[in-house]
């Protein structure tokens, strides 16, 4: 059953939406029932672009664990850990940065871009520079075999892949060539239309209670051009059905949502009580857990201190070996 080592990471941003339900915990979920499974919050990533306002960081890492948990990451069959209670991985990343060519950090995409369009904080640094090293070393310390990640990191898992092949062959093999898995999850609109987002303040929350969830979704933006009750409207450029294809049934979309909405007969506000009849199902018992695990006292925290002991005996293993062909 256990198919080799998955590992993947999340930065702390807060509390996680249906972006990241869909985008990442419904995937991991599912491998951790086939994989050995190791899932961390990568909050020293965070300092490398938030490093001015940590104010939040502590209590962003409990809310994403708390998500995690809700969502169904199952600390019985994977190892959730914090990365920056594992040192371990700071001196790989500094090990690591000793053989990692400087223009292969500069040539990076997301370096290039995240440079250009974030102007509301300094990112000239070397830790934002050497982020790429640092999540390498995320990743090798554990020998992991797969990382399921959206298409936006593929280039920092094929910068990972370069760094493992240079050290290996500098050195000796000592590191697993790990491949990336890609994530393909639909369109997750926000409640105006536009990308979920939380700098959008559109999001819907897994911690949103099922009247918020309603609350959310009832004035969702529709077809702008189904401005009547009478208007017949057009499914394909409505978020609200971005949405149906994500919880209601394809039979039921396709003989009732559909040509519902382009004739006139249903109304956006029935089409929005369909969908909340399928999504709240979903997401009610989520919630539910949420509140549930965040009345347990020391729960997240037993979890954690659990996690990152398992998590250690891996990584410290694999830096003697990286440290020893190092001649260190
Ligand atoms: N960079 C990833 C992101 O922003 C988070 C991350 C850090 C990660 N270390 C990792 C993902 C290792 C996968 C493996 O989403
Ligand atoms: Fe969108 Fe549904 Fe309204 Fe059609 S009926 S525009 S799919 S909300």
């Not at 509140?291 to 020391?298: E, I, N, S, Y």
Request: charge should be neutral; include cysteine.
């Amino acid at each position: 059953m256990r198919q080799g080592r998955v590992l993947s990471g999340m930065r702390p941003t807060g509390r996680l939406h249906l972006g990241h339900l869909f985008g990442a915990l419904e995937n991991w979920r599912q491998l951790q029932d086939e994989y050995e499974s190791y899932f961390f919050v990568a909050d020293w990533h965070a300092l490398t672009s938030d490093y001015a306002d940590p104010s939040r960081l502590q209590e962003h890492t409990r809310e994403v664990v708390l998500d995690w948990l809700s969502a169904g990451i199952d600390p019985e069959k994977a190892v959730l850990f914090i990365q920056s209670r594992l040192p371990e991985h700071a001196e790989l990343h500094l090990l690591l940065s000793m053989i990692t060519p400087l223009p292969w950090l500069e040539r990076n995409p997301t370096y290039k871009e995240q440079l250009q369009e974030v102007t509301n904080k300094d990112l000239s640094t070397f830790g934002f520079l050497g982020y790429p090293v640092l999540q390498a070393a995320d990743i090798l310390i554990y020998q992991a075999n797969y990382v399921p990640v959206g298409v936006d990191q593929l280039p920092h898992i094929e910068l990972t892949r370069e760094i493992a092949r240079r050290f290996n062959h500098l050195y000796k093999p000592v590191f697993t060539i790990p491949e990336s898995m890609l994530t393909e999850f639909p369109k997750i609109p926000g409640t105006d239309g536009r990308k979920m987002s939380k700098s959008y303040n559109n999001c819907i929350y897994l911690s949103d209670s099922p009247e918020a969830v309603e609350h959310k979704v009832k004035p969702m933006i529709t077809d702008p051009a189904r401005i009547r009750r009478t208007d017949p409207g057009n499914p394909d450029v409505c978020p609200v059905y971005d949405l149906h294809k994500i919880f209601t049934p394809k039979d039921e979309r396709e003989s009732y949502v559909v040509p519902g909405c382009r004739t006139a007969a249903i109304g956006c506000l029935d089409c929005k009580g369909v969908l909340l009849k399928h999504m709240l199902p979903v997401l009610s018992p989520i919630y539910e857990r949420r509140v549930k695990l965040a009345g347990q006292a020391g729960l997240v925290e037993e979890i954690l201190a659990a996690g990152t002991e398992g998590a250690r005996k891996v990584a410290r293993q694999t830096l003697l070996v990286a440290k020893e062909a190092m001649g260190i």
